[in-house]
């Protein structure tokens, strides 16, 4: 596996990904009492945890991803030094997850078409279904004037799950 990749696993799958890929570092974004121990192998500077719930509206008792969470994953992402792969995880690997990754893909590679990026995604992954919000967020934070949101709502819902599997997406695209 080339070390500019970027992983993305559903929560039951991190450790397994963690050993086997080689992983340098690590986003955990799940809520906060789920927030997972860092494997022995990621130092606690390699690993970004971000408290939130897999929703796109505020609900009572629940934490809504904040701009501020997803100027974390972006600053994160883009220090990233690609000397090993980035996992990104949530519960399942299907919505938080994936958008953490298309975020990132958008991030470093800010020249590059959010639609060519989408497609990355979903032909690595048939069931990704990026979080929204997430998405809304970061297209606002990295100026990509809607394009973000519109490209993950061309790809679609993608094919039902109850949990992702393990995918892999190089970190650098054409412009």
């Not at 990749?5 to 955990?28: G, K, M, N, W």
């Not at 997972?36 to 505020?58: C, F, K």
């Not at 078409?113 to 919000?133: F, M």
Request: aromatic share 4%.
């Amino acid at each position: 596996m080339s070390p500019e990749t970027i992983l993305v696993s559903p929560l039951s799958l991190v450790q397994t990904t963690v050993t086997t890929a080689r992983v340098s570092h690590l986003v955990t974004l799940i809520n906060g009492e789920t927030l997972i121990d860092t494997p022995v192998s990621i130092g606690q500077d390699r690993h970004l945890r971000l408290a939130m719930n897999d929703i796109s509206e505020p609900r009572d008792g629940l934490v809504v991803p904040t701009e501020g969470h997803v100027a974390k994953l972006i600053e994160f992402a883009t220090a990233w030094d690609q000397q090993a792969p980035l996992l990104i995880h949530c519960w399942a690997g299907i919505s938080r997850s994936t958008a953490g990754a298309f975020v990132a893909l958008c991030a470093l590679n800010p020249r590059a078409d959010e639609h060519s990026l989408a497609r990355a995604l979903r032909r690595a992954s048939p069931t990704a279904y990026p979080n929204r919000r997430i998405v809304a967020l970061a297209d606002n934070v990295l100026g990509r004037g809607g394009r973000m949101s519109a490209a993950v709502d061309h790809i679609g819902r993608g094919v039902l799950a109850e949990e992702g599997k393990v995918f892999s997406l190089p970190a650098r695209h054409a412009a």
